[in-house]
């Protein structure tokens, strides 16, 4: 290693601080720092890189758990698409220590951690280490998926990272390595054919990561080339295409499909076609005789002989014809293979053209409507609103990242919805929640982006949360992990706001006369020392989501601090529910059970994990079998 190698990841870290990527604390910069640059290849958003982190109590000396099925993040089971043939099953562990050595302590822990986590036929509540909900979570949610693509399952790869600042190829002490050789063998024991590697991330190794940019110009060379104007349709060889859309070490470029709406998610009987007439050389036909193409969006496109210079590219249709492009020349080289693929360059300075071009090209076959979101017009709206204000909605994943645009203005759609549900909806316990499969649901989306409202909430939603964040940042204790913010800021952010207004019942033009410089720390901390001396809460990621605990909360600190009208918005919340329990309260109680048959006193687990009351856990464990949503049983049998 370079011996400047550390200074400059130092210097990258201090430029993060400041910005508070992802907050103002060394350790967690770093770490996410490693995530970012381990994971570049997959183009995950910063909320996806947030939502991997599981540091804080009781991790087990895990840092981040990662799953992805087929290059594609898996966050939440339910509303994960996952292919029906050919799975890619990958999961990623992190330790990270900043510090300029790698010792063994961490080592150790992780290896104890994986011997029993990774062992499906151990029950949560059977384990012995001490392990926090966002572990819980995620082991579950890889085992979920496991079972679901086990029959499918071309390729399971478990890689554990280990990320330090010191020197991983010159330095690494003897039993240190062979603890990374153990866990690799963990790893195959428990999964057959399993690829399991452990990996040493220095500064070396980080900076060189760190330095690999996505080039958004590149060169296409074509065979054919027909132009209209600043558009062209060129043929283009499938070789030159798989060179076009991949890294020098063959890794597909994935940030080029930023504005494709689709997601490739294995081979489905679309895939299959293609797939099929890509390894058929028998046939006398040309592939791009037998293929829709594909669309590029562009700033420019300039043709220089049989090469054109494409700036800003962005592939907005074809994902599904250039996943198997990729897949075939992955396997082998395919020289002798002469076939093109038609191609479509449009240049497009408009945004509004360009999505248009999005939502037509797209919807010549089946989509989600959720992935056309994007384009709607509530959406454009405000990205334009927020603009005016210096303020950067990224609409499209990684859209204004990628441009270079500082984290601290850039807002994605699911933290402003969160936002909007805890302050406009005046429901904190469903932003906890909330996850991106709402915006599936035509009346759940409608609910929160409703072209209705005044636009200008939306930069007044987007202040109050960072300002939350960046307040609540600075409160957090050192063993809280970053995930603290997500649990909290939506009952601190509704209860400060009711408070300065002086009542629960404000409308939405009342909070657009709220003076923002009036939210300070100092009313912030007022709001979190209200909350900590009504309840015992800790950093319970499930707990915050109890919609009965958040409303006592916000009783009781209606109390102390004499805020008007919270009985309204608790009998409107409570007028509204079809049962005592939520369908998403429901859910997580269901998660913290075992297998049935239950053990005897099983509630009183539920409780304590979920940071609620026994007789709450009884209750609902009783509406699970009432909805048939688990078996029915009495005193640890089951009745048929």
Not at 525 to 550: F, H
Request: aromatic share 10%; proline share 2%; charged share 30%.
């Amino acid at each position: 290693m370079a011996k400047n190698d550390q200074v400059l990841i130092d210097s990258i870290i201090e430029e993060r601080i400041a910005k508070k990527l992802p907050s103002d604390k060394k350790d967690e910069v770093f770490e996410f720092l490693v995530y970012e640059q381990v994971l570049k290849e997959y183009d995950l958003s910063i909320d996806d890189i947030r939502a991997g982190s599981v540091d804080g109590r009781n991790d087990g000396g895990i840092d981040a758990i990662y799953i992805l099925v087929n290059g594609h993040l898996i966050n939440d089971i339910k509303s994960a698409l996952l292919p029906k043939a050919n799975a890619n099953l990958e999961v990623y562990f992190f330790t990270c220590k900043h510090r300029d050595v790698f010792k063994q302590d961490p080592v150790n822990s992780i290896c104890t951690s994986l011997q029993e986590l990774l062992d499906f036929s151990k029950e949560d509540r059977r384990l012995d280490g001490q392990y926090n909900e966002e572990i819980f979570e995620k082991r579950n949610i890889f085992i979920s998926i496991y079972k679901k693509v086990a029959t499918i399952l071309e390729r399971l790869s478990i890689k554990v990272i280990f990320a330090s600042r010191g020197d991983a190829k010159n330095e690494l002490g003897d039993n240190v390595e062979a603890r990374g050789k153990q866990i690799e063998t963990i790893c195959r024991e428990n999964f057959s054919g399993c690829t399991a590697k452990f990996e040493f991330w220095g500064s070396e190794e980080i900076l060189a990561a760190y330095r690999k940019k996505a080039d958004y110009s590149l060169v296409l060379n074509v065979d054919e080339c027909l132009s209209h104007g600043k558009q062209m349709v060129v043929l283009v060889k499938l070789k030159e295409y798989y060179k076009f859309i991949t890294y020098d070490d063959k890794k597909i470029r994935k940030y080029l499909f930023d504005s494709n709406v689709r997601d490739f998610m294995g081979i489905n009987a679309v895939n299959e076609d293609i797939l099929e007439t890509l390894n058929n050389h028998t046939v006398n036909e040309d592939f791009w005789w037998l293929n829709n193409g594909i669309t590029i969006l562009c700033s420019s496109a300039i043709a220089i002989g049989k090469s054109i210079t494409i700036e800003n590219v962005q592939i907005v249709n074809g994902l599904q014809t250039s996943e198997c492009i990729y897949k075939y020349f992955g396997g082998q080289d395919h020289d002798e293979d002469n076939r093109v693929v038609l191609i479509k360059i449009l240049p497009c300075e408009s945004t509004i053209i360009a999505d248009d071009i999005i939502r037509s090209t797209n919807n010549q076959t089946v989509v989600m409507s959720s992935s056309l979101r994007a384009t709607d017009k509530i959406q454009e709206d405000i990205e334009d609103i927020l603009r005016k204000e210096d303020l950067y909605y990224e609409r499209r994943v990684n859209y204004y990242s990628n441009q270079g645009i500082p984290i601290s203005k850039i807002y994605s759609p699911l933290y402003l919805a969160k936002g909007y549900m805890a302050l406009v909806l005046k429901r904190p316990y469903r932003a906890v929640a909330l996850k991106q499969k709402f915006m599936r649901n035509q009346a759940a989306y409608e609910e929160v982006f409703s072209e209705k409202d005044d636009l200008r909430v939306w930069p007044i939603i987007a202040k109050i949360m960072r300002k939350t964040d960046d307040y609540m940042n600075s409160l957090r204790e050192n063993n809280c992990g970053e995930r603290f913010l997500h649990n909290v800021r939506y009952q601190v952010a509704l209860l400060t706001v009711s408070r300065l207004l002086e009542t629960f019942t404000y409308s939405i033009g009342l909070l657009l006369s709220l003076d923002i410089n009036k939210y300070t720390f100092d009313e912030v901390k007022r709001t979190w020392e209200d909350i900590q001396l009504v309840t015992n809460t800790d950093n319970n990621c499930r707990a915050w989501r109890n919609k009965q605990l958040s409303l006592d909360i916000l009783k009781e600190v209606a109390e102390i601090e004499k805020i008007k009208n919270v009985s309204v918005i608790v009998n409107q919340i409570e007028k509204c529910s079809k049962s005592k329990f939520s369908n998403e309260f429901l859910e997580e109680v269901q998660k913290c059970l075992p297998k049935q048959p239950w053990p005897n006193g099983i509630h009183e687990s539920v409780a304590k994990r979920m940071g609620i009351s026994s007789k709450t856990a009884a209750n609902a464990i009783g509406e699970l079998m009432k909805r048939k949503m688990a078996k029915i049983q009495k005193n640890g049998k089951i009745i048929e």
